[in-house]
């Protein structure tokens, strides 16, 4: 299944664009200009860092 920065936004009330700007950060080797479709793995790791 893959989930976008803005789905995880919603859920984790934070901003999508701080979600890429982490997701640029932690995930250096995404092509620049492409859709951001994370698999479960990647969200679990925006999930950790963003829960309160």
């Known amino acids: ?3 976008t920065p803005n789905e ?3 859920e984790l009330d934070v ?8 997701l640029r950060e932690e995930f250096a080797d ?3 200009g492409t ?3 994370l698999d479960d ?3 679990t790791v925006i999930r950790a860092r ?3």
């Open 1 to 3: 299944m893959t989930t």
């Open 8 to 10: 995880l936004a919603e």
């Open 15 to 22: 901003s999508a664009k701080t979600i890429r700007r982490f």
């Open 30 to 32: 995404h092509v620049h």
């Open 35 to 37: 859709r951001w479709e």
């Open 41 to 43: 793995d990647q969200a």
């Open 50 to 52: 963003f829960s309160d």
